[in-house]
């Protein structure tokens, strides 16, 4: 019988758990998944646990095809990863392996797949009614930013301009959506167009400031930060980190946790919270509303998609 293409697997947890027993200096372990919806473009995780109870969190990422991933993306993160955890900022880290390293692969029907362990945060998710939660939160995001000048990677990584953000899903976009909703997808062009002449446009100004730019989160959540008793946070899950723009990390978050459409109290503690640490300069700031337009496309291009589990109509059919 013919081998068969794959395009997703997901490792047994059993297996994952033999398989951190022999790369890892843990002792026995027990692996379970966590719940899900399944989509290609995410990541599995498991939550280990140690003899002694200790948490961990395994991540089984995927198959390097749909995100144009290659190891040194990887090893980016864990490197970054390493650096904050070195100067103190409360990010979920990477756990090293028995010999040294902190990035594995396992052989999976699709391809090799990259897994790596990090420590478990622990706590609350961010509370998107609590003042207090999100100037903190805007706070350690802005000393992440701030810390991060002073980084340098040895490992190459897709950076965030405006060619990943907006040129390639946009062909994406339009080499997959349906005939039968033009109108939807001139929409979509229009507006990524003109966010896009917004952004060349402030970028070009007097006002640009050199730290603007530099390795950033990429994918601030409220549902990836943990708040624990003493209200003190850890940052977890950067999968989308990289070079960009740290008014594009801004809106990212802005737009996924929706503060735009609450109350102004609540986005006003966000913003004094990163203010007190790192001031926005003008075109930083009004770079922002063009960049949530941009997060929107880089999202539509994204999840559309011809092929996986959610199948070809889960946001534009062919």
């Known amino acids: 019988m013919d081998q068969i293409k794959v395009a997703r697997s997901f490792i047994a947890s059993d297996a994952l758990a033999e398989l951190i027993e022999r790369e890892y200096d843990l002792g026995t372990v ?3 998944m966590f719940s899900k919806m399944v989509r290609t473009q995410d990541n599995d995780h498991y939550q280990v646990k140690t003899a002694d109870g200790t948490k961990y969190v395994a991540r089984i ?35 090293a392996r028995d010999d040294g390293g902190y990035l594995g692969s396992v052989n999976a029907p699709e391809g090799k797949r990259y897994y790596a362990l990090f420590s478990f ?12 939660q ?8 802005a000393r992440i930013h701030m810390v991060s000048n002073q980084y340098q990677s040895q490992y190459d990584r897709a950076i965030m301009d405006l060619e990943n953000l907006v040129d390639k899903p946009v062909a994406r976009i339009m080499s997959l959506w349906d005939e039968s909703r033009a109108d939807d997808l001139d929409i979509v062009l229009t507006a990524a167009a003109e966010a896009k002449e917004e952004i060349l446009a402030l970028l070009r100004n007097e006002e640009s400031s050199e730290d603007s730019w530099g390795p950033i989160g990429g994918d601030f959540h409220n549902a990836s930060v943990r708040f624990d008793k003493n209200g003190n946070p850890t940052f977890f899950n950067f999968d989308l980190c990289g070079y960009g723009w740290r008014s594009y990390d801004i809106a990212t978050f802005l737009l996924n946790t929706g503060l735009m459409h609450k109350s102004t109290d609540l986005s ?13 300069s003008r075109n930083e700031h009004e770079a922002i509303s ?29």
């Open 268 to 280: 006003e503690a966000f913003f004094a919270g990163y203010y007190s640490v790192r001031e926005l």
């Open 61 to 95: 990422y995927q198959f390097g095809e749909p995100m144009e991933r290659a190891e040194s993306d990887y090893l980016f993160e864990m490197d970054w990863l390493n650096f904050l955890k070195a100067n103190d900022m409360p990010v979920s880290y990477p756990i």
């Open 290 to 318: 063009p960049f949530l337009t941009i997060r929107r496309v880089w999202m539509t291009g994204s999840f559309t998609m011809d092929q996986g589990m959610v199948g070809h109509t889960f946001i534009a059919s062919i």
């Open 134 to 141: 999100l100037y903190r939160c805007g706070a350690e995001m």
């Open 30 to 32: 027990t692996c379970k």
């Open 121 to 132: 945060a622990s706590g609350e998710a961010l509370s998107l009614t609590d003042e207090e």
